[in-house]
């Protein structure tokens, strides 16, 4: 045997024996299609904080849309730029598999900042729900194809 192939053989056993030790990712980890299908939201543990969960919009169908930038947020200084990279989910708490809540989601059509929470459906629907007092709403989001 040669040493490459023992190095490879090496690897594919560490590999092997590592596997069992990742976790499997929570369900609602992963990119999002909006309701309207007008943009997506990938999902994953926050850059920092990664036992919390955040969220940033990773595509718009229609980038020059004016729907495709921040126009309705309240502060000035950001109204004009683009959705594209802007984290719309903060700082959401495990609750178990595929159930995140205690976090912020930021509704770029109106401006306004939810009291946020997650939960997995199914494997391709996520309902996103957030309240700011006793106002509040949810949408279902499902997995792009």
């Known amino acids: 045997m040669t040493s490459a192939m023992r190095s490879l053989l090496l690897v594919a056993v560490l590999t092997a024996a590592a596997a069992p030790a990742f976790a499997e990712p929570d369900p609602a980890f992963g990119e999002w299609l ?81 009291d946020g929470k997650l939960r997995a459906i199914s494997r391709n629907k996520l309902e996103v729900s957030g309240c700011v007092l006793m106002f509040c709403k949810s949408q279902t989001w499902t997995r792009p194809n």
């Open 34 to 114: 909006n309701e309207e299908g007008l943009g997506r939201v990938a999902i994953a543990p926050c850059p920092g904080a990664p036992a919390l969960a955040c969220g940033a919009i990773t595509w718009v169908k229609d980038p020059n849309d004016p729907r495709a930038r921040d126009l309705k947020n309240p502060d000035r200084a950001l109204r004009s730029r683009p959705l594209l990279g802007v984290t719309v989910i903060h700082g959401m708490k495990n609750e178990g598999p595929g159930r995140w809540t205690g976090g912020k989601i930021y509704e770029p059509d109106s401006g306004r900042t939810y």
